[in-house]
């Protein structure tokens, strides 16, 4: 079974300051990665996964992540951040041969200020 | 419009209810999911569907019950409606393989008195 751990429930943050969210996992095999944004009133949508290759992912509205293996780590990264970022951000993971299900972390809440 | 829709978006109810959330896809998918938020806690698996035939439980599966009537269509019914079922519920969609993504419904509000 796999287990994901988001250590800050919320991350209160200056406008274009930059972030991590954190991200540890456990897993015994093999695994995909995954951050998930909720904006208010909204569902989950992708915002950047890794499967495999470079441990450097990233989405098209500048966050980044990296997977860390010896670390169990999947942090978001983001160098200076808007007003629009405010959401949930989840992060979740997968065993790579577990047919796409998925163990999501409890979240973590953005809040950019002004 | 939207790929993946959910009704009711919001519904209260009294203890003792039977109670059925809807979900329908546009996107040809054949994996659906249902998933219940409580804060803290994230998204936790209640029920999935790999095809009209297969039906599985997931993490947290007492208390509901589902249904694939079609490809795009996945109802979760709650027998007898309890005070802690009182979550927001979401709808996914994937495609067959490991690493794809899943697509989220806009969520239904519940809230059980």
């Known amino acids: 079974a796999q287990s994901v751990t988001q250590l800050d429930s919320q991350v209160p943050v200056f406008e274009e300051a930059p972030v991590e969210l954190r991200c540890n996992y456990s897993s015994s095999v093999s695994v995909y990665l995954f951050w998930y944004v909720q904006y208010p009133n909204q569902g989950l949508q992708l915002l950047l996964k890794?499967?495999?290759?470079?441990?450097l992912v990233e989405s098209i509205n500048g966050f980044e992540a990296e997977f860390n293996k010896s670390q169990t780590s999947f942090h978001l990264r983001k160098p200076s951040v808007h007003i629009s970022d405010t959401a949930e951000y989840f992060c979740?993971?997968?065993?790579?041969?577990?047919?796409?299900?998925?163990?999501f972390g409890g979240g973590t809440r953005l809040m950019v200020k002004p | 419009d939207a790929d993946v829709t959910q009704t009711p978006r919001n519904r209260i109810t009294k203890t003792g209810k039977r109670i059925m959330l809807e979900c329908s896809q546009t996107?040809?998918?054949?994996?659906m999911y249902w998933y219940r938020q409580d804060p803290g806690l994230g998204l936790r698996l209640i029920y999935y569907s790999f095809d009209v035939k297969d039906i599985n439980k997931g993490e947290i599966s007492d208390g509901y019950s589902v249904s694939r009537q079609a490809q795009a269509k996945f109802s979760l019914s709650l027998e007898s409606a309890i005070p802690n079922q009182t979550a927001l519920y979401f709808c996914?969609?994937?495609?067959?393989?490991?690493?794809?993504?899943?697509?989220f419904g806009p969520g239904t509000r519940l809230t059980v008195l």
């Open positions: 890794y499967l495999s290759g470079s441990t």
């Open positions: 996914a969609t994937s495609e067959r393989g490991g690493s794809d993504t899943q697509y």
């Open positions: 996107k040809g998918h054949d994996r």
């Open positions: 979740a993971v997968s065993a790579a041969n577990a047919g796409n299900m998925l163990t």
